[in-house]
């Protein structure tokens, strides 16, 4: 759960018993605004979700790569123009990602065989 600095007590106190995460800083239209610490956590779950996602479509581009292709153009791609354009200091999330696509997914999908 995301809240406010001045709410963080509160909100401890309140879920105290339940499997919640309270971290400082407020999402907005599906970015995040918050401290330099609580942006750098962000990012690096940013981050790893986007590596996990790409390793699988790795793994699957050499059983479907038509799928992998459609999903990486149609889906992923919005998210991180998205992300790009809502999120300060997200280069370095971007330069991993482009980083994997370039160098093994899109050789994958260019082996292929049809």
């Known amino acids: 759960m995301i809240v406010k600095p001045e709410f963080k007590d509160s909100a401890i106190e309140t879920f105290h018993d339940?499997?919640?995460e309270i971290v400082e800083g407020s999402r907005v239209l599906g970015s995040v605004f918050c401290s330099d610490q609580?942006?750098?956590?962000?990012?690096?779950?940013?981050a790893h979700d986007?590596?996990?996602l790409l390793r699988k479509l790795?793994?699957?581009s050499k059983i479907s790569p038509q799928y992998v292709y459609e999903f990486l153009t149609d889906s992923s791609q919005h998210k991180l123009?998205?992300?790009?354009?809502t999120?300060?200091?997200i280069d370095n999330v971007l330069q991993q990602t482009e980083d994997i696509i370039a160098n093994e997914l899109l050789p994958n999908l260019?082996?292929?065989p049809s």
């Open 81 to 85: 123009i998205f992300l790009s354009r």
């Open 38 to 46: 609580a942006c750098r956590t962000y990012l690096e779950r940013v």
């Open 58 to 60: 790795i793994d699957h």
């Open 50 to 52: 986007h590596t996990t």
């Open 18 to 20: 339940m499997e919640v």
């Open 110 to 112: 260019v082996k292929h």
């Open 87 to 89: 999120t300060p200091n």
